[in-house]
């Protein structure tokens, strides 16, 4: 069994941007690879093919060395996204590793593969995807990821995040919120101008499509118990890469 991980950064401490925990100060292993390939993807980078050769593989003894060099004692959460870390069956040991180490652990993922290690993860985001991504979601999936995770004990420890560009999207995150009522609920500003180095023409044109954001939500009926949120990294740093 390959018991390697395909990594193309290890960065941090910095805060979680997005979604159930947004604030916290944690690290982050983004992995390569991905079964989608979302028109918008800020992280396209994992799986277009052109940072193939800054792929590391990576044993999960090897990930965390890395993880103490760059945090020393500076951090106690490790987000792992990707690309879709959920393609790799392997990070289970990463997984058990960082736990041995008093460190929680945070997934990001958009809901197409299930992995077994799901039921470790502390924080774990399913971000199914709406129309503009151009992508289409396999809802027995997604109903099964989420089944499985709430039939396990897992119900404190999963989010649902959509990201939304425009009213079609709106109108997909409400489908996505009454299918999982239950399951804590974020809308996120999505990011369309992914190359830009005007950090603050960036920050005030995501600022105006949050103030969107919010009004749709404050305007709807079947969107009570959601919580609406930037990207605080995006604001924060722009487009750079590694925070
Ligand atoms: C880069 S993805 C990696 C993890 C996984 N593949 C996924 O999509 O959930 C991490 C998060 O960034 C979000 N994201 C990607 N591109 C974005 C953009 N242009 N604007 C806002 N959010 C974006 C995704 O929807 C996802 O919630
Ligand atoms: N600070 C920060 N927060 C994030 N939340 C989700 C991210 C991701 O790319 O998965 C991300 C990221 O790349 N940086
Ligand atoms: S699923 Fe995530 S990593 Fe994959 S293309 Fe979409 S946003 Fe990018
Ligand atoms: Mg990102």
Redesign the pocket.
């Known amino acids: 069994m390959n018991n390697k991980v395909p990594v193309l950064e290890i960065f941090g401490p910095t805060i979680q941007g997005?979604g159930m925990v947004v604030g916290r100060k944690t690290m982050f292993v983004r992995t390569a690879g991905?079964d989608?390939s979302?028109s918008?993807?800020?992280?396209a980078f994992t799986w277009d093919g052109s940072a193939k050769s800054d792929i590391r593989q990576l044993t999960d003894e090897e990930v965390w060395h890395e993880l103490q060099t760059l945090g020393g004692d500076r951090f106690d959460h490790v987000t792992i996204?990707?690309?879709?870390p959920a393609l790799l069956k392997s990070l289970d040991k990463l997984i058990d590793r960082l736990h041995d180490h008093q460190k929680q652990v945070a997934l990001?993922?958009?809901g197409s593969r299930f992995q077994e290690w799901f039921y470790k993860i502390d924080d774990l985001?399913l971000?199914p995807?709406p129309p503009s991504s151009g992508m289409k979601t396999n809802y027995e999936v997604l109903d099964d990821i989420v089944e499985r995770l709430q039939n396990n004990g897992r119900s404190q420890h999963i989010s649902i995040?959509v990201?939304v560009f425009d009213e079609t999207d709106f109108d997909y995150a409400k489908h996505i919120h009454q299918r999982y009522p239950s399951v804590p609920f974020f809308v996120?500003?999505?990011?369309?101008d992914?190359t830009t180095t005007d950090d603050d023409a960036l920050t005030r044109k995501l600022l105006g499509k949050y103030e969107w954001l919010i009004d749709l939500v404050v305007a709807t009926t079947d969107m009570n118990n959601v919580r609406v949120l930037p990207?605080v990294h995006a604001l924060v740093w722009g487009n750079k890469r590694g925070v």
Not at 188 to 192: A, F, L, R, Y
Request: net charge negative; aromatic share 8%; with cysteine.
């Open positions: 997005e991905c989608y979302c918008w993807c800020d992280s996204s990707g690309g879709n990001e993922t958009q985001t971000s995807k995040k990201v996120q500003v999505g990011n369309d992914l990207q």
